[in-house]
């Protein structure tokens, strides 16, 4: 894929899950102990496949594969335990306040958090000012890999989606970003990039904006 001359960049949208945060590692932690809180094994790649998925789509995904699994107990284990593992701290994927400290364009959030799950991650964290707006999943009606929630952010800055840089680290978010016609930068955290969806692929935040022109060489 070709990369957009990035003095037509007016904006930066970032996801939050796996590409600021660090949370992927303690959700999957979180959901690990879930499942064994209702006395059931899960194999850890089986929770890699909801990296990037909203709440609904993973419930879909769970109920599916565990069909005779109380999903409601599971439900309140889970949260119970991410909740435990959140609000012991959240650290921040390398680089991020070196990255958002040095953008001087507008910037966004699209995230398939809930906003109670956004709130809750801001408040043990402090990054929240560095943005301007927050679209989250309870803002839209089709969560990534649809592109709204991309199209919604780049329309709350009031910029065109095709002049935004879109950080993201799973493949259901690029997808999302890549279809809302935005230049991609995907960092991936714990599952691999495929690629299909990313203009660059970077193994850390700052590399992949000094590849996509953000930051300097």
């Not at 991020?96 to 995230?111: D, F, K, S, V």
């Not at 929240?128 to 929630?149: C, I, M, Q, S, W």
């Not at 910029?159 to 890549?178: I, K, L, M, N, Q």
Request: aromatic content about 8%.
């Amino acid at each position: 894929m070709s990369v957009s001359d990035p003095m037509q960049f007016d904006a930066v949208i970032f996801d939050l899950d796996g590409t600021l945060l660090d949370t992927e590692s303690l959700a999957q932690k979180a959901g690990l102990l879930a499942f064994a809180d209702c006395g059931v094994s899960v194999e850890p790649s089986f929770l890699h496949g909801l990296i990037g998925r909203d709440d609904v789509t993973g419930a879909g995904i769970v109920r599916a594969h565990y069909p005779e699994m109380d999903f409601d107990v599971f439900s309140k284990f889970w949260r119970r335990r991410v909740d435990e593992h959140f609000a012991a701290g959240i650290p921040l994927k390398p680089g991020t306040h070196e990255l958002l400290g040095a953008i001087r364009l507008p910037m966004a959030m699209a995230t398939s958090s809930t906003r109670r799950q956004l709130d809750l991650k801001l408040g043990v964290t402090d990054i929240a000012g560095y943005f301007r707006h927050f679209v989250t999943f309870n803002d839209v009606t089709l969560a990534k890999p649809a592109p709204e929630p991309f199209l919604l952010a780049a329309r709350l800055l009031d910029v065109d989606p095709t002049h935004c840089v879109a950080f993201e680290d799973s493949e259901a978010g690029a997808e999302a970003a890549y279809n809302a016609g935005m230049t991609v930068v995907q960092v991936p955290d714990i599952n691999p990039a495929s690629g299909r969806f990313a203009h660059v692929v970077a193994p850390d935040l700052l590399t992949g904006a000094r590849e996509i022109g953000l930051l300097p060489n």
